[in-house]
T-cell receptor
Framework: EAQVTQNPRYLITVTGKKLTVTCSQN?????MSWYRQDPGLGLRQIYY???????DKGDVPEGYKVSRKEKRNFPLILESPSPNQTSLYFC?????????????FGEGSRLTVL | KQEVTQIPAALSVPEGENLVLNCSFT??????LQWFRQDPGKGLTSLLL?????REQTSGRLNASLDKSSGRSTLYIAASQPGDSATYLC??????????FGKGTKLTVNP
């Protein structure tokens, strides 16, 4: 089954404790992206990647890192989480870099930073 | 600034009614427009994708239209069912992979 898989789905952590949210897709998609969703603000893009070893900042990249060492994986790293990073995070992918393709989303990862 | 607006923010209708959800965008130089459905606590499921050269797309009871010149898209849902209750988001694709989301319309279909 074609899917985007995120882990963990739920996480409660404390300020400053490094964490990684993994994202994996099995559709051989070139493009992958991370979003955060907050009440009243909608979905905002954090980082995206057009291919292996190619990553770019989205609208709200501060406090986050990403890497794309393999085509299928695109982990989101919070080196020193803060309470304002409490949010619902989504990973998404699509077939190619040209902005004409359908975007597929993971189920989301709800993160709480105390 | 590229902005996407969805009105109304919430909509409640009786079962069986036909309804229209609206999406407007400020920058008409779009590549595509995609409608998503989001159930509570879940990810986004793609419903319809309209390329900039197209006027509409249909899937089952759903029909999405696109009018680039006026900066508008509509999602028409025919014969609504309680299972259609969800939040519907539109997202507009621009150059260099930029995707701008609306804040969604929360639809409730009452039995």
């Amino acid at each position: 089954e074609a899917q985007v898989t995120q882990n963990p789905r739920y996480l409660i952590t404390v300020t400053g404790k490094k964490l990684t949210v993994t994202c994996s897709q099995n559709m051989n998609h070139e493009y992958m992206s991370w979003y955060r969703q907050d009440p009243g603000l909608g979905l905002r893009q954090i980082y995206y990647s057009m291919n292996v070893e190619v990553t770019d900042k989205g609208d709200v990249p501060e406090g986050y890192k990403v890497s794309r060492k393999e085509k299928r994986n695109f982990p989101l790293i919070l080196e020193s989480p803060s309470p304002n990073q409490t949010s619902l995070y989504f990973c998404a992918s699509k077939r190619d870099r040209v902005n004409t393709g359908e975007l597929f989303f993971g189920e989301g990862s709800r993160l709480t930073v105390l | 600034k590229q902005e996407v607006t969805q009105i109304p923010a919430a909509l409640s209708v009786p079962e069986g009614e036909n309804l229209v959800l609206n999406c407007s965008f400020t920058d008409s130089a779009i590549y595509n427009l995609q409608w998503f459905r989001q159930d509570p606590g879940k990810g986004l499921t793609s419903l319809l994708l309209i390329q900039s050269s197209q006027r509409e797309q249909t899937s089952g009871r759903l029909n999405a239209s696109l009018d680039k010149s006026s900066g508008r898209s509509t999602l028409y849902i025919a014969a609504s069912q309680p299972g259609d209750s969800a939040t519907y988001l539109c997202a507009v694709g621009y150059h260099q992979e930029k995707l701008v989301f609306g804040k969604g319309t929360k639809l409730t279909v009452n039995p």
